[in-house]
C-alpha cells in the first residue's frame, strides 16, 4: 500500500514526495533511490521534518497509534490506512490527539470513491428508494495475505472483521447513520490463525431503528464486496464481486435501472488521494474522518464483544459517547465569508452545471408552475420574468409553451449557455447579464418566477429586500411570484449531510462532493463543493467553490413577501400545491399576489 500511495503523491500536480521511510533500511533506500526522493531511517525523524505538511502512514497496524500522535503532536496533517488501530482504545487515543492538535486526520477508505458507491450514495441522498429500511452485503477475499503480519493477532488486532470488514462498517454509518448495538459471531473456519477469525457474520441496529446485516470473510474465493439497501420505494445493490461494478436502482413496481461501470478503469486510490489534497488546501476535513474511523473499530471489536459473551451488546463505551460528534478539525478554520453574497457565487462550478442536473426534470416543474398559474393568477398570463434563470431549464420549456420569457442571471457562464440552448431549439429568448439586486427594466409582466433556491443566495437582510422589491417592480399588479426556498423547519431537524452526485455525459464524468457547514444563529449553511472530471482515466478539470445559501422559516419568508409589495397565497411542499409544509418538507414552495404599489 505505502508504494501505492507513493506513486499516488508522485503523480498530483499539488503534492510533492519529501521523504519516505520504512522500518527496512534496504527496501527504503531502494525505493528511494527508484522514485528519487529521500529515504530516511527512523519514522521519528519523519514526523518532525519542518519541510513536511502531511504525512501518509502506511504501516502495520500495531504501529499506528505511536506514529500518527506523533505527526499529529509535530502540527503534520494524517493520512492513516484502515483500520485507524488495532483496538478502540489506541483509536481514541488517536482522535483526541487529532483534537487536540487542531490537525486534519483521515482513514483510508477507497471503497467510498467507487463509482458503483458513489452512485448508490447519490441515489439514496436523493430519496430514489424512500427512506431506508435496512441494509445487508458481504465484503472479502480469499484470505491471500495469510502468511504474513496479517495472521500476528499482535500485530493486526483482528481478523477479517477489522481488516477488509472495516470498510462495510464504515459505509453502514455512512448511509444509515450511527451505530447503535449489534450482535454478532466470528469463526476460524479454514485459515490456521487463531486467535484471529477468517469469517464474522454480525448484526447492527442503529440510532435511528435502523438495521444492517454484514458477513465478512478471507475465504471469499470470488471477492470482493456486495451491498444492498432497501426503502420504503425500491431498493440498490452495489455489485462489485469479481469484475463487476454495478448500481442498479430498483423500484417496487418492478422497474430496474443499471448503472454498469465494470468497463471503467480503477480510478477509486487517485479520486481519494485528490480529494484529500483537495480537503488540505481548501481547509476542510477530508472524509472519513479520525472519529468514523474510531467508529469502525468500535463496532468490529463489538462484534468480538458480542461472540464471546452471546448477547447483544452497545457499540459505544462511556468514553467514546463523551467524544464529540464532530472533531474539531471539520471546522472551516480559515477566513469565514461574510453574510452578503449575489447569485454571482456560481464561477467554474456553472460550466458544469447541465451535467450535474442532467437527472432534474424541468418539464415536471413547469407542470407544476402552470397548476399555480391555473390556480391562482387573477391576470391571465403571456409573459414571464426569470430571475436567477441559470442555463435556462425553465426559460426553454415554458418559452415552447408559449409564453414570452426574458431570463436574467449574474454568470456570464450561465447565460452563455442558456443563449446557445436556445438558439439550437430555435427559440427567441432574451438572456441578460444582470444581478436581481441591482435589477432595472422598464416594462412589466405577468408572472415572475425564481427557481432552484435562487432566493437561498440573498444572505443578508438588505439583500433580499431588495431583490424582492425590484422584481415586485416589474410585475403588474395582481402578477405572481412563485420561488422555491430551503425551508428552516426542516433544515435544523434533518441537519444537512455531505452528499455526493455522479453524473456522466458527452465523455465527461463529473462527481461532486456537498461538504456542508451549518451557521444556525445566521440561519445560513456553506456548502463547500468540489467537484472532479474525468475523461476515460484522464482527470481533465477539479473544481472547489464554496456556496453559501440561506434557509427561511414560513413566517420569516411571508413577512419580507408583505413588506416588498405582495400578499402571500400560498406556501407549500415543492411539486405538491396544496401540501403542508411542516418539519419534514425540505423546499417549500412560495406563491405570492403582487398587490396595488
Known amino acids: 500500500m505505502g508504494l501505492r500511495r507513493i506513486g499516488l503523491i508522485k503523480g498530483h500536480p499539488q503534492a510533492e514526495l519529501r521523504c519516505i521511510e520504512d522500518y527496512n533500511d534496504v527496501i527504503a533506500r531502494k525505493v528511494g533511490e527508484e522514485v528519487g526522493c529521500e529515504y530516511c531511517s527512523g519514522w521519528e525523524g519523519v514526523v518532525s521534518r519542518p519541510d513536511v505538511d502531511c504525512v501518509v502512514v502506511s504501516v502495520p497496524n500495531k504501529f499506528h497509534r505511536d506514529i500518527v500522535i506523533a505527526a499529529l503532536e509535530a502540527g503534520k496533517h494524517v493520512f492513516c490506512e484502515k483500520p485507524l488501530a488495532r483496538n478502540p482504545i489506541e483509536a481514541q487515543e488517536i482522535v483526541k490527539a487529532a483534537e487536540r492538535s487542531r490537525r486534519f486526520l483521515k482513514v483510508g477508505s477507497n471503497l467510498r470513491y467507487f463509482p458503483s458507491v458513489l452512485k448508490a450514495k447519490e441515489l439514496l441522498d436523493s430519496g430514489e428508494i424512500g427512506e431506508v429500511l435496512f441494509a445487508r452485503g458481504w465484503i472479502g477475499h480469499s484470505g491471500w495475505q495469510i502468511g504474513s503480519w496479517y495472521s500476528d493477532a499482535e500485530i493486526i488486532g483482528g481478523g477479517t472483521l477489522l481488516d477488509n470488514g ?47 446485516f454484514l458477513q465478512s470473510s478471507w ?20 455489485d462489485n464481486r469479481g469484475q463487476s461494478c454495478i448500481t442498479t436502482l430498483g423500484k417496487r413496481d418492478g422497474q430496474n435501472t443499471m448503472f454498469d461501470y465494470s468497463e471503467d478503469p480503477p480510478m477509486s486510490y487517485v479520486l481519494e488521494f485528490n480529494d484529500y489534497v483537495d480537503a488540505i488546501a481548501s481547509d476542510r476535513q477530508p472524509l472519513p474522518s479520525g472519529l468514523d474511523g474510531l467508529r469502525a473499530v468500535q463496532m468490529a471489536h463489538a462484534v468480538y464483544r458480542s461472540a464471546q459473551l452471546g448477547k447483544e451488546v452497545k457499540v459505544l463505551d462511556s468514553e467514546a459517547e463523551n467524544l464529540p460528534r464532530r472533531e474539531k478539525g471539520d471546522e472551516n478554520r480559515g477566513g469565514e465569508m461574510g453574510v452578503t453574497q449575489s447569485v454571482s457565487a456560481f464561477g467554474k462550478y456553472g460550466e458544469y452545471y447541465d451535467l450535474l442536473y442532467l437527472d432534474k426534470d424541468y418539464e415536471r416543474e413547469c407542470d407544476f408552475l402552470e397548476s399555480i398559474f391555473k390556480k391562482y393568477s387573477s391576470i391571465p398570463i403571456k409573459s414571464i420574468f426569470d430571475g436567477g434563470c441559470g442555463t435556462g431549464g425553465h426559460a426553454i420549456p415554458l418559452a415552447r409553451r408559449g409564453y414570452e420569457i426574458i431570463g436574467v442571471d449574474a454568470s456570464e457562464v450561465m447565460i452563455g449557455k442558456a443563449r446557445e440552448k436556445a438558439k439550437k431549439a430555435g427559440l427567441e429568448i432574451d438572456f441578460h447579464v444582470a444581478d436581481l439586486c441591482t435589477l432595472s427594466l422598464d416594462r412589466k409582466f405577468d408572472a415572475a418566477i425564481c427557481m432552484f433556491a435562487v432566493m437561498d443566495y440573498f444572505v443578508a437582510n438588505d439583500e433580499l429586500g431588495k431583490v424582492m422589491r425590484n422584481i415586485r417592480r416589474v410585475l403588474k399588479e395582481g402578477a405572481l411570484f412563485i420561488f422555491d426556498v430551503w425551508n428552516g423547519l426542516a433544515v435544523l431537524r434533518i441537519l444537512p449531510e455531505v452528499r455526493v452526485k455522479v453524473m456522466e455525459g458527452g465523455g465527461k464524468r463529473v462527481i461532486r462532493w456537498v461538504h456542508p457547514e451549518l451557521d444556525s444563529f445566521n440561519h445560513l449553511c456553506r456548502d463547500r463543493y468540489h467537484l472532479i472530471v474525468t475523461e476515460g482515466e484522464k482527470l481533465v478539470d477539479e473544481v472547489t467553490e464554496t456556496h453559501t445559501v440561506r434557509y427561511f422559516f414560513p413566517q420569516e419568508i411571508s413577512h419580507y413577501l408583505r413588506e416588498s409589495g405582495f400578499e402571500v397565497v400560498e406556501l407549500c411542499p415543492f411539486l405538491s400545491l396544496g401540501g403542508k409544509v411542516d418539519e419534514n418538507v425540505w423546499n417549500m414552495t412560495c406563491v405570492a399576489r403582487a398587490k396595488g404599489e
Not at 475465504?219 to 452495489?238: N, P
Request: hydrophobic share 45%; with cysteine; glycine share 8%.
Open 219 to 238: 475465504t471469499e474465493w470470488v471477492g470482493y464486496m456486495y451491498l444492498e439497501i432497501y426503502g420504503t420505494q425500491g431498493f440498490l445493490r452495489i
Open 166 to 212: 472495516c470498510h462495510l462498517l464504515d459505509l453502514y454509518r455512512w448511509f444509515l447513520g450511527e451505530v447503535e448495538s449489534c450482535i454478532g459471531f466470528v469463526s476460524t473456519s479454514l485459515w490456521p490463525i487463531s486467535p484471529l477469525e477468517d469469517n464474522a457474520m454480525a448484526t447492527f441496529r442503529f440510532t435511528n431503528g435502523k438495521m444492517a
